[in-house]
């Protein structure tokens, strides 16, 4: 019966690699929304894809979220890949201190026993604090970090939740629900069409590297982001490996 479940997965999987043009798209049983748990499957998927790449050398940039977080336990050091470096994908420190990237490129270089670089910075910046930061030799030096990325493991969130997380203002809330923003990923806010209609104003990696990187992990569960992912994913880079739970890609299979 668990050999029936897992390749009917698989054929799930495939539905939802077609109609992106992702690489590739792994689904793990279960409902995120209604058992917790499910995170560690997702976890355990995403770092065997992410180990099973991973190289001597390698830069790989990291964005916080539960999801994300849930790759930790699952690393371990690779017999080869001695040299990573995690570099915190933004310089917020909206999030909870153990979801924060900061805090999780610490944890996964402490597992895989390599290096990691933080970047401890307001969540919002003013324009003239943004324009300053950009000539900081420790802002540079993450900007070069962010140039050079060959991995990139995000999240995704639905646009409505992450605002609130992030504490935005009713002001910022209103502009986000105005111009129909739908999903977040990396700092960018995006609609239904997957256009960016707001980005926030920090230090972090930018579209174009994330776009530019031989490879994107992306991991996203639970039917509530179903809406989100169908945004993001019109935007998605084609190397996207995506993990997922079954109940998010059974809802996005019935849309098709
Ligand atoms: O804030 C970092 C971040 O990766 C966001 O870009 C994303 O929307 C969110 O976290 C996902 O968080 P979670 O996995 O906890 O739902």
Redesign the pocket.
């Known amino acids: 019966a668990i050999v029936y479940e897992w390749s009917g997965l698989t054929q799930l999987a495939k539905k939802l690699e077609q109609h992106f043009g992702i690489e590739r798209v792994v689904v793990v049983p279960g409902d995120y929304n209604e058992d917790d748990t499910i995170l560690t499957l997702l976890g355990k998927e995403a770092a065997l894809q992410f180990m099973s790449s991973a190289f001597d050398g390698q830069v790989v940039a990291v964005?916080?979220?539960?999801?994300?977080?849930s790759l930790a336990q699952f690393l371990h050091p690779g017999d080869i890949q001695k040299d990573i470096t995690f570099v915190a994908?933004?310089g917020?420190i909206?999030?909870e201190m153990q979801?924060?990237?900061n805090t999780l490129v610490a944890t996964f270089a402490m597992q895989m026993e390599t290096q990691y670089r933080t970047l401890f910075l307001p969540e919002h910046l003013s324009e003239q604090a943004y324009q300053a930061m950009l000539t900081e030799p420790m802002v540079t030096e993450m900007m070069a970090f962010y140039d050079q990325a060959d991995c990139v493991i995000?999240?995704?969130?639905?646009a409505e939740?992450?605002a609130i997380?992030?504490n935005s203002s009713p002001e910022d809330l209103r502009i986000l629900e105005e111009k129909g923003a739908v999903?977040?990923?990396?700092?960018y806010y995006f609609n239904a069409e997957g256009e960016i209609v707001h980005r926030i104003r920090t230090i972090g990696i930018q579209l174009e590297q994330v776009q530019n990187s031989q490879q994107v992990i992306a991991?996203?569960a639970?039917k509530q982001?179903v809406n989100?992912m169908l945004s993001y994913f019109k935007v998605a880079p084609k190397q996207t490996i995506f993990i997922t739970d079954e109940a998010a890609a059974k809802a996005i299979a019935a849309n098709l």
């Open positions: 964005t916080g979220g539960k999801s994300v977080a994908a933004r917020g909206g999030h979801m924060q990237a995000h999240g995704i969130g639905s939740e992450m997380r992030r999903s977040e990923a990396f700092g991991v996203a639970g982001k989100a």
